[in-house]
């Protein structure tokens, strides 16, 4: 499956982002699809991950009650809701996809296919 992530852009702190991610070829619903990001400097951290039939969803610490994941399985596509956007999540955001065991959602080694990633700026 080709994943490509779209959506980002500037915004300013306690605004609001909705990326997305579309995916070719007729797989696309067997797959959990994660969302990572990485910051200048930092490694790639997890975000949130939707399992392939829409739910269980999961979520870092840090995008609880503010993002929320979601997809479209006949639109072959994942968004990411960001609401109360902070300084702190300026990254490049990237979509994946993969077949993760439980005690792996948050691990990058999990998820095989990825998009290009998109950026998300976010000004004080």
């Known amino acids: 499956v080709q994943l490509q992530a779209f959506g980002g852009g500037v915004v300013q702190a306690g605004g609001s982002l909705r990326l997305s991610c579309a995916a070719s070829g007729r797989t696309f619903n067997s797959y959990t699809m994660g969302w990572f990001r990485q910051a200048p400097g930092k490694e790639r951290e997890f975000v949130a991950a939707i399992r392939s039939g829409g739910g269980p969803t999961y979520y870092a610490d840090s995008a609880k009650s503010r993002f929320v994941v979601s997809r479209d399985n006949p639109k072959n596509t994942v968004h990411l809701q960001m609401n109360s956007l902070e300084p702190e999540d300026t990254a490049v955001y990237y979509c994946?996809?993969?077949?993760?065991?439980?005690?792996?959602?948050?691990?990058?080694?999990?998820?095989?296919?990825w998009g290009q990633g998109t950026l998300v700026t976010v000004s004080s």
């Open positions: 994946a996809a993969g077949k993760p065991i439980l005690s792996s959602i948050a691990s990058s080694r999990a998820y095989y296919h």
